[in-house]
């Protein structure tokens, strides 16, 4: 589904990633876990284009791209497969929550106002914003504006989600309702990758789980492999305070 090959990106001297290779199917729940500064992100948004690698290829489904030699419709193309969820929202402060979810129907894929209203409304209900149809995100809490931001997704039915530090910007009370949401949307069957410094939720959730550090991957498996049967001495030294909750009401 997502292919990654060999991507290099640096800024100047400093090297963000050194030949990463990545892949993604459809249905897997990838969460990319990694010290500050390791290319976690710049990687996410290298999958939509929000960042050009300097070398390197991409493919998603049927499409391709060098990025040494990419054009802005293949960018435009592969993004409109992917749905980006930002950490610090990046919400449409003078539209309301609907508007905001509207937007993007409207303009990547050419609804009439009143399509994607009914779909903007269908989705917020779906994340628990029903009543918020036409709250400004400055009348709306931290993890409410994060729920725009995810419907916001959704509404796109992208081939896969991403999620960058989906809830680093909200108070401790508010993380527990996006991560049961991304719990629900796992369940329903939606492909994602979820850069995260939420151990547990990584734990939990996932499918595979990839330990960047130094601009390239050093782990990679499933959760009881990187978590309980570390290998990779870098990622025990990151791990090495975690402790996973194991109860089964905490599991999928």
Do not use: W
Request: proline fraction near 4%.
């Amino acid at each position: 589904m997502i292919e990654i090959k060999n991507v290099k990106k640096a800024y100047g001297r400093n090297v963000i990633l050194d030949g990463v290779n990545f892949a993604v199917h459809e249905g897997d729940v990838i969460s990319i876990i990694g010290p500050s500064g390791s290319g976690k992100t710049t990687l996410l948004r290298c999958i939509n284009f929000l960042e050009n690698a300097d070398s390197g290829s991409i493919r998603i489904d049927d499409l391709s791209a060098d990025f040494a030699h990419v054009h802005n419709k293949q960018k435009i193309a592969i993004r409109r497969k992917t749905a980006m969820v930002f950490q610090n929202y990046a919400l449409f402060f003078n539209m309301t929550a609907v508007q905001n979810v509207m937007e993007g129907l409207i303009i990547s894929k050419k609804m009439s106002k009143d399509e994607a209203r009914t779909i903007a409304e269908n989705i917020l209900t779906k994340v628990g914003l029903g009543g918020k149809f036409d709250s400004k995100p400055h009348q709306l809490s931290g993890g409410q504006q994060q729920r725009v931001g995810i419907a916001r997704a959704i509404a796109l039915n992208p081939k896969v989600i991403l999620f960058d530090e989906p809830t680093s910007a909200l108070d401790p009370e508010m993380v527990d309702e996006i991560v049961d949401l991304i719990k629900q949307l796992a369940s329903e069957g939606a492909t994602m990758v979820i850069v995260t410094h939420e151990m547990q939720l990584a734990y939990e959730i996932s499918s595979k789980v990839v330990f960047i550090a130094n601009g390239n991957i050093q782990a990679e498996g499933p959760p009881k492999d990187i978590f309980d049967n570390p290998k990779d001495e870098r990622l025990k030294q990151f791990i090495s305070r975690f402790t996973p909750r194991r109860d089964p009401e905490y599991f999928l």
